[in-house]
C-alpha cells in the first residue's frame, strides 16, 4: 500500500512514525508516552523519529514500545530529541524524508511543535500523500485555534517561581527588576507570567510601548511606599531590549535598576499536572483521528473540548493576547 492511501477505519496493523521539532516543552514526553499506548490499544506500532525532521531525512529512527514510554510522564525535554531543520524546508530535504518513511513502511506520521512545525507537516503531507496530525507543543502559546498548547502552564509556573525569588530580593534592596520572558513575537507568556507574578508593569510586542507610561507607573509605586518593583519584557526577534529599557531607567530613577533573562529555564523541568493531562488527552485524541481518517488537522482544546481543526485554520494565524488581564494587570500593580 502507497503512503497515502491510509484513510481507513482501522489502525490494526499500521506503522505510525511520530517526532518532536523546533523548541522542545515540557510535557512532550508524556504525550508521546500517549501516542505509544494510544495507539498499541488500537493495534498500531510507532515508530520513534530522532532529531524532528532531521532525524527523518537521515532515516533515524526507532521502535517505540509500551515500556520503552514507561516512567517519562514527568520528565521534561523530548526522549526522541529535537532540531529546527533547514534542510527540510527544501524539496530536496523532503524528498529524502518520504523515501524514509517508504523504506521503514511508515502509513502516517504524527508531529509535535509550533508554528514551524506545522508548517512543514502541512507542506510535507501535500506534497507527497502523507497523513499527518499536529499536536501543539509550545511554551508560546501563541497557536491560533487552541486555548492551550503543550508546555505553556509549566513554563508560567517556572517563570514565576523565580519572579517569586527575585522579588524577595527586590523588595529587601529596593530594585527594580526587567525580567524577559520566552514567546517569541508574542506576549502571552508575558500576560500570564506577569499576572500572576504581580509585576508593575509588561512590555508587549502587541502593545505599543512608550517608556514615559513605564517610567509614570515605577515613580507611582515609589511614590506610595513600594520597595521594589518587577517590569515583565516579552523577547522579540530583536534581543536587548530589557537590557536598553534597564539603561534608560536607571538614568530617571534614584533606584538600582538590574536586568534579567530567564531564557531556555523556562523550557525545563519537570512537566505540571496541567501539562501532563492535556498532553495525555491529546496524544490519544491524535491516534483517535487517524482512526477516523482524519488528515492535517491538529488537537486543540477550545473552551474545555477537546477537537480537532485544519492546518489551513492555524498555519499563518496569531492568537490574540488577553486583553481583560493585561487591563487587570495594570489595575492590580498600583
Known amino acids: 500500500m502507497e503512503i497515502g492511501q491510509f484513510m481507513v477505519q482501522a489502525l490494526k496493523s499500521k506503522r505510525i512514525a511520530i517526532l518532536s521539532s523546533g523548541g522542545d516543552a515540557p510535557g512532550m514526553n508524556a504525550c508521546i508516552r500517549s501516542v505509544v499506548r494510544s495507539a498499541f490499544a488500537e493495534g498500531a506500532s510507532v515508530l520513534g523519529v530522532k532529531k524532528g ?15 520503552s514510554v514507561g516512567n517519562i510522564i514527568q520528565r521534561g525535554g523530548t526522549i526522541l530529541g529535537s532540531s529546527r531543520s533547514a534542510d527540510f524546508r527544501k524539496k530536496k530535504g523532503r524528498e529524502k524524508a518520504y523515501r524514509c518513511l517508504q523504506d521503514w513502511a511508515v502509513d502516517a506520521l504524527i508531529c509535535l511543535g509550533g508554528d514551524g512545525t506545522l508548517t512543514g507537516a502541512k507542506i510535507f503531507s501535500e506534497e507527497f500523500r502523507i497523513p499527518v496530525i499536529g499536536i501543539p507543543c509550545t511554551i508560546d502559546n501563541d497557536l491560533f485555534g487552541t486555548d492551550f498548547s503543550i508546555g505553556f502552564d509549566t513554563a508560567v509556573e517556572t517563570a514565576v517561581d523565580c519572579i517569586d525569588k527575585i522579588r524577595d530580593t527586590a523588595d529587601s534592596h529596593g530594585r527594580v527588576f526587567l525580567i524577559e520572558v520566552m514567546g517569541k513575537n508574542t506576549g502571552h ?46 523577547e522579540r526577534e530583536q534581543p536587548g531590549l530589557v537590557i536598553q529599557i534597564g539603561k534608560q531607567l536607571e538614568k530617571k530613577i534614584q533606584r538600582d535598576v538590574k536586568t534579567m533573562i530567564l531564557g531556555h529555564l523556562q523550557r525545563g523541568g519537570s512537566p505540571s499536572a496541567r501539562d501532563r493531562n492535556l ?4 496524544g490519544a485524541l491524535s491516534i483517535d483521528l487517524l482512526k477516523k481518517g482524519k488528515n492535517r488537522r491538529m488537537t486543540v482544546i477550545q473552551r474545555g473540548d477537546y477537537r480537532d481543526i485544519g492546518f489551513s485554520q492555524v498555519i499563518g494565524k496569531s492568537r490574540p493576547i488577553d486583553k481583560e488581564k493585561v487591563r487587570l494587570l495594570g489595575l492590580l500593580s498600583q
Open 53 to 67: 525532521f532531521e532525524g527523518l531525512m537521515t532515516g533515524e529512527l526507532q521502535a517505540l514500545s509500551m515500556r
Open 279 to 282: 498532553a495525555s488527552r491529546f
Open 189 to 234: 507568556l508575558a500576560v500570564e507570567v506577569g499576572l500572576a507574578a504581580g509585576a508593575e508593569f509588561l512590555v508587549l510586542p502587541e502593545v505599543p510601548y512608550r517608556f514615559s507610561d513605564l517610567l509614570s507607573r515605577i515613580r507611582q509605586g515609589i511614590s506610595r511606599g513600594k520597595s521594589g518593583s518587577i517590569v515583565i519584557v516579552a
